[in-house]
């Protein structure tokens, strides 16, 4: 298994609260991503990074920001949480272009 | 964003018998990914398709990449309960790093 470790596992928080979730790599990856999974939409790209403080937007990046400090760190931040943001969320990995590997998620409840 | 539609959306199958999902996309796509997500994880990379008519094998897994590049099947023979879970399909987009996932077929074995 690719060394991704994601933190916390699991948040609630209230609405208009700021919210950061970790991802942390020991792989010595070069991209990392952030995800957010719901049903009926599957898997879709918020964030990425392409090296150190190298970062550009997905495809739902409305309302979160970004942040690559260091190579193994990718934290992502919901500026004021809205209910709509309650989701689970992954980070990937990848060396390559393509290939992407998983952390564990994390499962965001905003009320 | 890019549609990545995935069919059936769930099936229900006798263990021992094969299962055979495609995933098809607006537009033309240079590499196919299938992944697996069991329940509570992360989505687990099972094969990387990069050429037009390729065909790979990863054990009882096989997978093809279509003609026109629009789609892609995943075929598994022999299931066994511990093939039950969603497979995604993904494909990278045309511009950077950003990559889109179907929504998933959820696959149940009857033991």
């Known amino acids: ?111 | 964003g890019q549609q990545l539609n995935q069919s059936p959306q769930s099936m229900f199958i006798q263990e021992g018998e094969d299962v055979s999902m495609n995933c098809t996309s607006s537009s033309i796509f240079n590499t196919w990914l299938w992944y697996k997500q069991d329940p509570g994880e992360g989505p687990v990379l099972l094969i990387a398709l990069y050429k037009a008519g390729e065909l790979t094998s990863n054990g009882r897994l096989t997978a093809q990449f279509g003609i026109t590049r629009k789609d892609s099947f995943l075929n598994i023979s022999a299931s066994i309960p511990s093939d039950v879970g969603i497979y995604f399909c993904a494909g990278p987009g045309n511009t950077g790093n950003q990559f889109y996932f179907g929504t998933g077929t959820s696959l149940t074995v009857i033991p």
């Not at chain 1, 298994?1 to 990856?29: F, M, W, Y």
């Open chain 1, 1 to 111: 298994d690719a060394g991704i470790t994601q933190s916390p596992r699991h948040k609630v928080t209230e609405t208009g609260t700021p919210v950061t979730l970790r991802c942390h790599q020991t792989e010595n990856h070069r991209y990392m991503y952030w995800y957010r999974q719901d049903p009926g939409h599957g898997l879709r790209l918020i964030h990425y990074s392409y090296g150190v403080k190298d970062t550009d937007k997905g495809e739902v990046s409305d309302g979160y920001s970004v942040s690559r400090s260091k190579t193994e760190d990718f934290l992502l931040t919901l500026e004021s949480a809205t209910s709509s943001q309650t989701s689970v969320y992954f980070c990937a990995i990848s060396q390559t272009d393509y290939e992407q590997y998983f952390g564990p998620g994390t499962r965001l409840t905003v009320t």
